[in-house]
């Protein structure tokens, strides 16, 4: 359809959400009342909700049909063993253990792979991901190649892992304190980069050679197989089922977020082929998350993942869903504002050290931007710079910063149309003109863990 200039919406809608915008008045003293953090303003608030693409989709019309026959026999349900078999298609792997939402598999796995000094490798982990390793005394090491972090390189594939890196770490290491391997698909914390078929073939090459597992953290692993399909040679006629089944293959098993690419509000899973610790991931199940043919969810929910996960891998969907990315991406760079390139499969990511240059890195333009956002516009996004993964080195004293300092404008799955984009853009080019008065921010309370959910900021006069 070459006369397409634009993601036209491969649906029609059947249910609709009201939203408002609120009066800048509102928005300022609401800004007030949370702390300057947008985590904590009621979503109601929100005109536009880019906060994140996790739990977020609108279900379809088939999704919802398939919760009224969920099964919710306690154990034995039918629905499980839909979703098993839906799961097995995909992935491939012999056991599906469902659990409520992507970290709760990956506590599950990690409580039973992670030991005081022991490491996992990831191209880079996700927050929760290395909390979950961490807080079992792990250390999470990442080993993405350099170009994750340049947000100019034209390289495609940047979620890939540095294979070298990664064979020197386990040659050091050794397999004994290395208990797996796990590669992010796509790679979320830089810039929701795919990661290419051959870099799995060769991260899955070096895991055989020292005999150490390859997990994926497959939340995204639709958007990554479309990227494949688009970018890499000699998969332009194969379905993104294919690819996805390819990928899977050179790995022993995968924790996922449903909430991604499987189009649900909530769910999570982990699949893998080992019998034995797929023994003690349900002994453990058991004991926080409900019995193994639940696993924390409602039979409803075990269809509706079963059900979105075919609807995920549709192409016409992700020919859309990567589309109204890359749309965006394109009207923002039109508009002057930089943002990492390529686009990534979720989210646009700006580059908010580059848009606000005027302010220090101790002063988090990304939290910055976030706040001039909803205060321009009702708009909430993410930051992931300087308040998500910034620290104060222990025995400097200093603070160090992350290498990217990014406000992700992360897109739910069919959720807003093309005219959304727009308004957004336009909102982006109102705080253009007035980038220089944008003010900085100083944290005022902080949690231990995961910081950036509860941290209360004061604005830099
Ligand atoms: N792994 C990745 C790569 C993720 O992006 C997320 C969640 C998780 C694991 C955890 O899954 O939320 O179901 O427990 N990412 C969301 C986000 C929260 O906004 O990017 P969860």
Redesign the pocket.
Same mark, same amino acid.
């Given at each position: 359809m070459s006369f397409k200039k634009f993601p036209v919406e491969p649906f029609k809608i059947k249910a609709v959400e009201k939203i408002k915008l609120t009066t800048p008045e509102e928005r300022e003293e609401l800004l007030r009342q949370v702390g300057y953090n947008v985590f904590a303003l009621p979503a109601e608030k929100v005109f536009i909700d880019l906060? !994140?693409?996790?739990?977020t989709a609108a279900m379809s019309d088939r999704q919802w049909s398939r919760m009224i026959i969920g099964d919710e026999a306690y154990s034995g349900s039918q629905s499980f063993f839909h979703f098993e078999k839906v799961i097995r298609q995909i992935f491939g792997y012999k056991h599906v253990i469902p659990a409520h939402?992507?970290?709760?598999a990956?506590r599950l796995l990690f409580e039973a792979l992670v030991k005081e000094g022991t490491y996992i490798a990831n191209n880079i982990h996700?927050d929760?991901?290395r909390a979950n390793v961490e807080i079992r005394r792990g250390v999470a090491v990442d080993l993405s190649w350099d170009e994750a972090y340049d947000p100019d390189s034209p390289e495609l594939f940047k979620g890939n892992m540095d294979v070298n890196r990664l064979d020197n770490f386990l040659r050091e290491k050794g397999r004994e304190r290395v208990p797996c391997v796990m590669i !992010?698909v796509t790679n979320?914390s830089a810039g929701g980069q795919p990661v290419s078929m051959a870099n799995i073939k060769a991260v899955s090459q070096v895991c055989r050679k020292y005999k150490v597992p390859l997990y994926f953290?497959a939340?995204?692993f639709a958007e990554n197989a479309y990227f494949i399909r688009q970018w890499e040679p000699g998969y332009q006629s194969k379905s993104v089922l294919e690819i996805a089944q390819e990928m899977f293959s050179y790995g022993d098993g995968a924790?996922m977020?449903a909430?991604?690419d499987a189009l649900v509000n909530i769910g999570?899973f982990v699949t893998l082929n080992d019998d034995s610790l797929a023994e003690e991931l349900k002994n453990l199940l058991i004991i926080s998350e409900g019995f193994p043919t639940y696993g924390g969810l409602a039979g409803r929910d075990l269809e509706a993942i079963a059900q979105g996960l075919m609807e995920g891998v549709d192409e016409d969907y992700l020919e859309y869903r990567v589309g109204q990315v890359n749309y965006l991406a394109q009207l923002l760079t039109d508009a002057g504002i930089p943002v990492y390139k390529p686009p990534g499969g979720h989210a646009v990511y700006v580059l908010a050290d580059r848009f606000l240059a005027h302010l220090p890195r101790e002063q988090y333009p990304a939290w910055a931007l976030s706040v001039a956002l909803y205060r321009e516009a009702g708009i909430r996004a993410?930051e992931i710079g300087g308040v998500m993964f910034g620290y104060r080195d222990q025995q400097t004293g200093k603070m160090v910063f992350p290498r990217l300092e990014l406000l992700r404008l992360?897109i739910p799955r069919r959720v807003y149309t093309l005219s959304h984009l727009h308004y957004i853009a336009e909102a982006f080019a109102c705080l253009a003109q007035k980038r220089e008065t944008i003010k900085g921010f100083r944290i005022v309370y902080q949690a231990p863990y995961l910081r950036h959910f509860t941290a209360k900021m004061e604005e830099v006069s």
């Open positions: 906060l !994140t693409d996790s739990g939402q992507g970290r709760a990956e996700f929760t991901t !992010t979320n953290d939340c995204r924790t977020s909430k991604k999570g993410c992360a």
